[in-house]
Protein backbone atom coordinates (compact mmCIF):
# COMPACT_ATOMS: atom_id res chain seq x y z
CA UNK A 1 0.00 0.00 0.00
CA UNK A 2 1.60 3.25 -1.18
CA UNK A 3 1.87 6.35 1.02
CA UNK A 4 0.08 9.19 0.58
CA UNK A 5 2.88 11.17 1.79
CA UNK A 6 5.09 12.47 -1.51
CA UNK A 7 8.71 11.85 -0.98
CA UNK A 8 10.75 14.88 -0.86
CA UNK A 9 13.00 13.99 -3.57
CA UNK A 10 9.58 13.50 -5.90
CA UNK A 11 8.04 16.83 -4.22
CA UNK A 12 11.15 18.18 -5.47
CA UNK A 13 11.22 17.03 -8.74
CA UNK A 14 8.33 17.87 -8.99
CA UNK A 15 8.39 21.57 -8.21
CA UNK A 16 11.02 21.73 -10.53
CA UNK A 17 8.82 20.99 -13.38
CA UNK A 18 6.15 23.58 -12.33
CA UNK A 19 8.42 26.02 -12.28
CA UNK A 20 10.06 25.09 -15.78
CA UNK A 21 6.53 24.74 -17.36
CA UNK A 22 5.74 28.19 -15.41
CA UNK A 23 8.90 29.62 -16.93
CA UNK A 24 8.11 28.10 -20.52
CA UNK A 25 4.37 29.12 -20.00
CA UNK A 26 5.46 32.85 -19.11
CA UNK A 27 8.12 32.97 -22.36
CA UNK A 28 5.51 31.96 -24.59
CA UNK A 29 2.78 34.42 -22.92
CA UNK A 30 2.04 37.88 -25.56
CA UNK A 31 3.20 39.94 -22.96
CA UNK A 32 6.97 38.79 -23.07
CA UNK A 33 6.98 38.72 -26.60
CA UNK A 34 5.49 42.10 -27.14
CA UNK A 35 8.04 43.21 -24.49
CA UNK A 36 11.12 41.57 -26.60
CA UNK A 37 9.54 43.49 -29.87
CA UNK A 38 9.27 46.23 -28.47
CA UNK A 39 13.10 46.32 -27.03
CA UNK A 40 14.36 45.24 -30.36
CA UNK A 41 12.50 47.69 -32.43
CA UNK A 42 14.06 50.44 -29.84
CA UNK A 43 17.20 48.62 -29.94
CA UNK A 44 16.78 49.27 -34.21
CA UNK A 45 15.44 52.76 -34.06
CA UNK A 46 18.44 53.70 -31.61
CA UNK A 47 20.87 52.43 -33.79
CA UNK A 48 19.15 54.04 -37.02
CA UNK A 49 19.14 57.07 -35.20
CA UNK A 50 22.41 56.92 -33.97
CA UNK A 51 23.63 57.01 -37.34
CA UNK A 52 21.46 59.88 -37.93
CA UNK A 53 22.80 61.87 -35.20
CA UNK A 54 26.09 61.06 -36.85
CA UNK A 55 25.84 63.27 -39.88
CA UNK A 56 24.90 66.38 -37.39
CA UNK A 57 25.76 68.41 -34.61
CA UNK A 58 24.35 68.22 -31.28
CA UNK A 59 23.79 72.51 -30.42
CA UNK A 60 23.99 72.34 -26.94
CA UNK A 61 26.94 74.82 -26.12
CA UNK A 62 26.72 78.08 -25.44
CA UNK A 63 29.65 79.08 -27.45
CA UNK A 64 27.83 77.98 -30.85
CA UNK A 65 24.99 79.20 -30.10
CA UNK A 66 26.65 82.48 -29.11
CA UNK A 67 28.54 82.87 -32.43
CA UNK A 68 25.42 81.97 -34.46
CA UNK A 69 23.46 84.50 -32.86
CA UNK A 70 26.71 86.83 -33.69
CA UNK A 71 26.74 86.51 -36.76
CA UNK A 72 22.97 86.33 -37.56
CA UNK A 73 23.36 90.18 -36.17
CA UNK A 74 26.13 90.71 -38.28
CA UNK A 75 24.92 89.48 -41.41
CA UNK A 76 21.37 91.85 -40.33
CA UNK A 77 23.75 94.80 -39.76
CA UNK A 78 25.48 94.35 -43.13
CA UNK A 79 22.24 93.34 -44.89
CA UNK A 80 20.88 97.02 -43.77
CA UNK A 81 24.16 98.66 -44.40
CA UNK A 82 24.31 97.50 -47.92
CA UNK A 83 20.27 98.31 -48.53
CA UNK A 84 21.34 101.38 -47.44
CA UNK A 85 24.68 101.87 -49.61
CA UNK A 86 22.40 100.98 -52.41
CA UNK A 87 19.53 103.43 -52.09
CA UNK A 88 22.32 106.28 -51.84
CA UNK A 89 23.69 105.02 -55.03
CA UNK A 90 20.85 104.99 -56.60
CA UNK A 91 20.06 108.75 -55.50
CA UNK A 92 23.24 109.58 -56.79
CA UNK A 93 22.74 108.04 -59.55
CA UNK A 94 19.91 109.75 -60.15
CA UNK A 95 21.21 112.91 -59.35
CA UNK A 96 24.24 112.21 -62.11
CA UNK A 97 21.57 111.97 -64.76
CA UNK A 98 19.77 114.82 -63.85
CA UNK A 99 23.30 116.43 -63.90
CA UNK A 100 24.07 115.00 -67.03
CA UNK A 101 20.42 116.71 -68.79
CA UNK A 102 20.75 120.03 -66.78
CA UNK A 103 24.26 120.17 -68.89
CA UNK A 104 22.76 119.30 -71.82
CA UNK A 105 19.84 121.89 -71.46
CA UNK A 106 22.17 124.47 -70.66
CA UNK A 107 24.62 124.08 -73.37
CA UNK A 108 21.40 124.66 -75.40
CA UNK A 109 20.74 127.93 -74.10
CA UNK A 110 23.65 129.38 -74.11
CA UNK A 111 24.03 128.58 -77.29
CA UNK A 112 20.88 129.90 -78.17
CA UNK A 113 22.10 133.29 -76.31
CA UNK A 114 25.16 133.06 -78.30
CA UNK A 115 22.53 133.59 -81.33
CA UNK A 116 20.54 136.00 -79.67
CA UNK A 117 23.02 137.94 -78.47
CA UNK A 118 24.95 137.68 -82.41
CA UNK A 119 21.44 139.23 -83.75
CA UNK A 120 20.89 141.57 -81.31
CA UNK A 121 25.15 143.10 -82.31
CA UNK A 122 23.84 142.89 -85.46
CA UNK A 123 20.50 144.56 -85.22
CA UNK A 124 22.18 147.44 -83.14
CA UNK A 125 24.74 147.92 -85.81
CA UNK A 126 21.20 148.09 -88.81
CA UNK A 127 19.82 150.95 -86.60
CA UNK A 128 23.01 152.51 -86.37
CA UNK A 129 23.43 152.89 -90.10
CA UNK A 130 20.03 153.96 -90.23
CA UNK A 131 19.65 156.53 -87.88
CA UNK A 132 23.27 157.67 -89.58
CA UNK A 133 21.07 157.60 -92.95
CA UNK A 134 18.38 159.23 -91.77
CA UNK A 135 20.93 162.20 -90.22
CA UNK A 136 22.30 162.17 -93.31
CA UNK A 137 19.11 162.72 -95.09
CA UNK A 138 18.47 165.11 -92.49
CA UNK A 139 21.61 167.42 -93.10
CA UNK A 140 21.00 167.32 -97.32
CA UNK A 141 17.46 168.38 -96.76
CA UNK A 142 18.67 170.96 -94.51
CA UNK A 143 21.59 172.15 -97.20
CA UNK A 144 19.50 171.70 -100.15
CA UNK A 145 15.86 173.66 -98.56
CA UNK A 146 12.54 172.90 -99.44
CA UNK A 147 12.97 171.27 -103.19
CA UNK A 148 9.09 172.15 -104.08
CA UNK A 149 10.01 176.18 -102.87
CA UNK A 150 13.08 175.67 -105.17
CA UNK A 151 11.43 174.65 -108.08
CA UNK A 152 8.58 177.20 -108.03
CA UNK A 153 11.57 179.94 -107.28
CA UNK A 154 13.37 178.25 -110.70
CA UNK A 155 10.25 178.67 -112.56
CA UNK A 156 9.79 182.14 -111.71
CA UNK A 157 13.17 182.98 -112.98
CA UNK A 158 12.09 181.86 -116.36
CA UNK A 159 13.38 178.29 -115.80
CA UNK A 160 11.97 175.82 -117.86
CA UNK A 161 8.83 174.36 -116.94
CA UNK A 162 10.08 170.69 -117.27
CA UNK A 163 12.95 171.10 -115.19
CA UNK A 164 9.78 172.37 -112.86
CA UNK A 165 8.30 168.93 -113.62
CA UNK A 166 11.86 166.85 -112.93
CA UNK A 167 11.80 168.78 -109.27
CA UNK A 168 9.03 167.94 -108.61
CA UNK A 169 8.71 164.61 -109.34
CA UNK A 170 12.57 164.42 -107.41
CA UNK A 171 10.71 165.87 -104.25
CA UNK A 172 8.07 163.15 -103.97
CA UNK A 173 10.57 160.15 -105.01
CA UNK A 174 12.92 161.94 -101.90
CA UNK A 175 9.60 161.92 -99.66
CA UNK A 176 8.89 158.43 -100.27
CA UNK A 177 12.20 157.56 -99.92
CA UNK A 178 12.45 159.76 -96.88
CA UNK A 179 9.32 158.00 -95.30
CA UNK A 180 10.50 154.33 -96.61
CA UNK A 181 13.87 154.97 -93.66
CA UNK A 182 11.84 156.25 -91.27
CA UNK A 183 9.79 153.19 -91.38
CA UNK A 184 13.01 150.98 -91.24
CA UNK A 185 14.70 152.92 -88.77
CA UNK A 186 11.42 152.50 -86.92
CA UNK A 187 11.08 148.82 -88.15
CA UNK A 188 14.82 148.03 -86.43
CA UNK A 189 14.09 149.81 -83.46
CA UNK A 190 11.16 147.46 -82.62
CA UNK A 191 12.92 144.31 -83.75
CA UNK A 192 16.36 145.22 -81.57
CA UNK A 193 13.57 146.00 -78.45
CA UNK A 194 12.31 142.30 -79.21
CA UNK A 195 16.21 140.75 -79.68
CA UNK A 196 16.93 142.35 -76.17
CA UNK A 197 14.18 141.63 -74.39
CA UNK A 198 14.86 137.52 -76.00
CA UNK A 199 18.59 138.03 -74.64
CA UNK A 200 17.43 138.97 -71.66
CA UNK A 201 15.08 136.42 -70.96
CA UNK A 202 17.69 133.73 -72.26
CA UNK A 203 20.16 135.41 -69.51
CA UNK A 204 17.92 134.45 -67.01
CA UNK A 205 17.14 130.96 -67.83
CA UNK A 206 20.87 130.09 -68.16
CA UNK A 207 21.13 132.10 -64.90
CA UNK A 208 18.07 129.52 -63.19
CA UNK A 209 19.68 126.60 -64.97
CA UNK A 210 23.23 127.40 -63.46
CA UNK A 211 21.71 127.40 -60.33
CA UNK A 212 19.87 124.44 -60.19
CA UNK A 213 23.11 122.50 -61.76
CA UNK A 214 25.18 124.04 -59.14
CA UNK A 215 22.33 122.80 -56.51
CA UNK A 216 22.36 119.30 -58.15
CA UNK A 217 26.07 118.94 -57.84
CA UNK A 218 26.36 120.10 -54.32
CA UNK A 219 23.65 117.05 -53.71
CA UNK A 220 25.97 115.00 -55.65
CA UNK A 221 28.88 116.02 -54.31
CA UNK A 222 27.26 114.99 -50.72
CA UNK A 223 25.47 111.99 -52.18
CA UNK A 224 29.38 110.79 -53.05
CA UNK A 225 30.40 111.72 -49.52
CA UNK A 226 27.69 109.45 -48.20
CA UNK A 227 28.08 106.87 -50.19
CA UNK A 228 31.91 106.77 -49.62
CA UNK A 229 31.11 106.57 -45.62
CA UNK A 230 28.38 103.77 -46.25
CA UNK A 231 30.98 101.96 -47.99
CA UNK A 232 33.55 102.02 -45.48
CA UNK A 233 30.77 100.81 -43.02
CA UNK A 234 30.33 98.33 -45.35
CA UNK A 235 33.71 96.88 -45.57
CA UNK A 236 34.20 97.16 -41.73
CA UNK A 237 31.10 95.31 -41.45
CA UNK A 238 32.31 92.53 -43.48
CA UNK A 239 35.55 92.23 -42.28
CA UNK A 240 33.41 91.75 -38.96
CA UNK A 241 31.11 89.19 -40.49
CA UNK A 242 34.33 87.38 -41.51
CA UNK A 243 35.75 87.56 -37.89
CA UNK A 244 32.69 86.19 -36.26
CA UNK A 245 32.13 83.83 -39.04
CA UNK A 246 35.74 82.06 -38.08
CA UNK A 247 34.40 82.35 -34.22
CA UNK A 248 31.39 80.49 -35.26
CA UNK A 249 33.56 78.17 -37.14
CA UNK A 250 35.79 77.44 -34.48
CA UNK A 251 32.74 77.05 -32.37
CA UNK A 252 31.32 74.13 -34.62
CA UNK A 253 34.75 72.71 -35.07
CA UNK A 254 34.79 72.42 -31.03
CA UNK A 255 31.30 71.32 -31.11
CA UNK A 256 32.25 68.33 -33.12
CA UNK A 257 35.12 67.41 -31.32
CA UNK A 258 32.91 67.48 -28.55
CA UNK A 259 30.08 65.55 -29.81
CA UNK A 260 32.82 62.95 -31.46
CA UNK A 261 33.60 62.90 -28.15
CA UNK A 262 29.96 61.90 -26.74
CA UNK A 263 29.70 59.40 -29.31
CA UNK A 264 32.81 57.69 -28.16
CA UNK A 265 32.14 57.60 -25.01
CA UNK A 266 28.30 56.68 -24.92
CA UNK A 267 30.27 53.50 -28.02
CA UNK A 268 32.32 52.67 -24.83
CA UNK A 269 30.40 52.95 -22.47
CA UNK A 270 27.80 50.91 -24.04
CA UNK A 271 30.17 48.26 -24.69
CA UNK A 272 30.84 47.67 -21.07
CA UNK A 273 27.46 47.42 -20.02
CA UNK A 274 26.26 44.75 -22.49
CA UNK A 275 28.53 42.88 -21.23
CA UNK A 276 27.97 43.87 -17.70
CA UNK A 277 24.30 43.06 -18.74
CA UNK A 278 25.06 39.75 -20.01
CA UNK A 279 26.04 38.58 -16.69
CA UNK A 280 23.85 40.23 -15.06
CA UNK A 281 21.05 38.27 -16.23
CA UNK A 282 22.33 35.12 -16.56
CA UNK A 283 23.38 35.21 -12.58
CA UNK A 284 19.48 36.72 -12.24
CA UNK A 285 21.19 40.13 -10.59
CA UNK A 286 23.20 38.79 -7.93
CA UNK A 287 25.68 41.35 -6.90
CA UNK A 288 24.25 44.29 -8.17
CA UNK A 289 22.27 45.53 -5.12
CA UNK A 290 19.55 46.35 -7.23
CA UNK A 291 16.02 45.70 -5.65
CA UNK A 292 13.23 44.13 -6.57
CA UNK A 293 11.40 47.32 -8.06
CA UNK A 294 10.25 46.90 -11.84
CA UNK A 295 10.00 50.33 -11.67
CA UNK A 296 12.05 53.72 -11.25
CA UNK A 297 12.00 56.56 -9.54
CA UNK A 298 11.96 60.78 -10.64
CA UNK A 299 15.42 61.26 -9.96
CA UNK A 300 14.50 64.71 -9.69
CA UNK A 301 11.17 67.22 -9.32
CA UNK A 302 11.13 68.80 -12.07
CA UNK A 303 9.77 69.84 -15.45
CA UNK A 304 10.37 68.04 -18.99
CA UNK A 305 12.47 70.63 -20.33
CA UNK A 306 13.72 68.20 -23.12
CA UNK A 307 12.61 64.45 -23.72
CA UNK A 308 14.15 61.46 -25.29
CA UNK A 309 14.04 61.01 -28.52
CA UNK A 310 14.67 63.17 -31.85
CA UNK A 311 14.76 66.52 -31.46
CA UNK A 312 15.34 69.80 -33.74
CA UNK A 313 18.75 71.01 -33.87
CA UNK A 314 18.65 74.76 -32.60
CA UNK A 315 20.86 75.87 -35.98
CA UNK A 316 20.92 73.56 -38.64
CA UNK A 317 17.25 73.02 -38.23
CA UNK A 318 17.51 68.85 -38.40
CA UNK A 319 16.13 66.31 -36.01
CA UNK A 320 18.78 64.41 -34.31
CA UNK A 321 19.00 61.85 -31.14
CA UNK A 322 18.95 63.17 -27.84
CA UNK A 323 19.85 60.02 -25.86
CA UNK A 324 18.17 61.21 -22.12
CA UNK A 325 15.58 63.35 -20.73
CA UNK A 326 15.92 66.86 -19.45
CA UNK A 327 15.08 67.53 -15.89
CA UNK A 328 14.77 72.00 -15.73
CA UNK A 329 15.80 71.49 -12.28
CA UNK A 330 18.12 74.84 -10.86
CA UNK A 331 21.95 73.93 -10.21
CA UNK A 332 22.44 72.20 -6.46
CA UNK A 333 19.20 70.61 -6.09
CA UNK A 334 19.61 66.83 -5.13
CA UNK A 335 19.73 64.01 -7.37
CA UNK A 336 18.05 60.79 -5.98
CA UNK A 337 18.84 57.73 -7.18
CA UNK A 338 15.92 56.00 -9.21
CA UNK A 339 16.43 52.55 -7.70
CA UNK A 340 18.73 50.59 -5.50
CA UNK A 341 22.52 49.56 -7.27
CA UNK A 342 25.70 49.86 -7.22
CA UNK A 343 27.77 52.72 -8.37
CA UNK A 344 30.37 51.55 -11.83
CA UNK A 345 31.26 54.90 -12.13
CA UNK A 346 31.41 58.08 -10.96
CA UNK A 347 34.09 60.45 -13.29
CA UNK A 348 34.22 63.56 -15.94
CA UNK A 349 33.38 64.02 -19.48
CA UNK A 350 33.87 66.73 -21.95
CA UNK A 351 30.54 65.74 -23.15
CA UNK A 352 28.18 64.82 -20.13
CA UNK A 353 30.32 66.80 -17.25
CA UNK A 354 30.32 65.23 -14.40
CA UNK A 355 28.28 61.61 -14.26
CA UNK A 356 27.54 58.93 -12.29
CA UNK A 357 26.88 55.35 -13.99
CA UNK A 358 24.78 53.27 -11.55
CA UNK A 359 24.09 49.57 -12.07
CA UNK A 360 20.27 48.92 -10.99
CA UNK A 361 20.34 45.18 -11.42
CA UNK A 362 18.09 42.81 -13.46
CA UNK A 363 14.57 44.54 -13.76
CA UNK A 364 11.34 43.08 -16.70
CA UNK A 365 14.19 40.46 -17.27
CA UNK A 366 16.66 43.21 -18.65
CA UNK A 367 19.35 44.57 -17.02
CA UNK A 368 18.98 48.50 -16.29
CA UNK A 369 21.71 51.02 -15.91
CA UNK A 370 20.95 54.67 -14.79
CA UNK A 371 23.18 57.26 -15.49
CA UNK A 372 23.17 61.04 -14.22
CA UNK A 373 24.86 63.69 -16.01
CA UNK A 374 25.89 67.45 -15.80
CA UNK A 375 26.52 66.84 -12.17
CA UNK A 376 27.80 70.00 -10.23
CA UNK A 377 29.45 67.67 -7.88
CA UNK A 378 28.94 63.80 -6.32
CA UNK A 379 27.91 62.79 -2.98
CA UNK A 380 28.80 59.00 -3.68
CA UNK A 381 31.68 57.18 -5.45
CA UNK A 382 32.50 54.39 -7.57
CA UNK A 383 31.52 50.85 -5.83
CA UNK A 384 29.21 52.23 -3.34
CA UNK A 385 26.42 50.47 -2.85
CA UNK A 386 23.25 52.73 -2.96
CA UNK A 387 19.41 52.80 -1.80
CA UNK A 388 16.52 53.75 -3.62
CA UNK A 389 16.07 57.65 -3.27
CA UNK A 390 19.17 58.29 -1.96
CA UNK A 391 21.21 61.26 -3.08
CA UNK A 392 24.01 60.28 -5.10
CA UNK A 393 24.70 64.00 -6.94
CA UNK A 394 23.61 67.58 -7.29
CA UNK A 395 22.26 68.95 -10.20
CA UNK A 396 24.75 71.49 -12.14
CA UNK A 397 25.68 72.48 -15.61
CA UNK A 398 29.30 70.75 -16.66
CA UNK A 399 30.45 69.45 -20.04
CA UNK A 400 28.42 70.10 -22.99
CA UNK A 401 25.35 71.57 -21.10
CA UNK A 402 23.94 75.44 -21.49
CA UNK A 403 22.53 75.81 -18.61
CA UNK A 404 21.48 73.84 -14.92
CA UNK A 405 19.28 70.54 -15.40
CA UNK A 406 19.59 67.14 -15.23
CA UNK A 407 20.55 64.97 -18.13
CA UNK A 408 19.00 61.30 -17.21
CA UNK A 409 19.59 58.18 -19.17
CA UNK A 410 18.64 55.15 -19.05
CA UNK A 411 20.31 51.68 -20.68
CA UNK A 412 18.70 48.52 -21.22
CA UNK A 413 21.07 46.11 -21.76
CA UNK A 414 23.87 48.42 -22.78
CA UNK A 415 21.20 50.14 -25.25
CA UNK A 416 20.07 53.51 -24.69
CA UNK A 417 16.13 53.75 -24.07
CA UNK A 418 13.22 56.15 -23.51
CA UNK A 419 13.75 57.03 -19.12
CA UNK A 420 9.86 57.50 -19.35
CA UNK A 421 8.97 53.93 -20.20
CA UNK A 422 10.78 53.36 -16.94
CA UNK A 423 9.58 56.09 -14.60
Known amino acids: MHSSVTHPRHRRALTALVLTAALVASLATPSFADRKDDLEKQKKDANREQTEAKKHLDASTAELEKAAAALRVAQGKLDAAEANLGRTRGKLATAQAVDDQMQLELERSEAKLRKARAKLKKGQKQLKASESSVEEFAVQQALQGDRRLNAVSGLLRGEDTEQFSEQMSLNTVVGDQQVATMQRLDATRVILKLKREKVQKLRDEVQVKRAQAAANLVDMQRLEEVAEGQAAQVAKLVKARQEIRNSASAAVAEDERQYREKVAEANRLAAQLRALAAK ?133 NGNTVNPMGWL
Open 280 to 412: QVKSGGKGSGGDSGGALSYPVAGPITSPFGMRRHPITGVYKLHDGTDFGVGCGTPIRAAASGTVIQQYFNAAYGNRVILNNGVKRGVNVVTTYNHLSRFAVGAGSKVSRGQVIGYVGSTGYSTGCHLHFMVLS
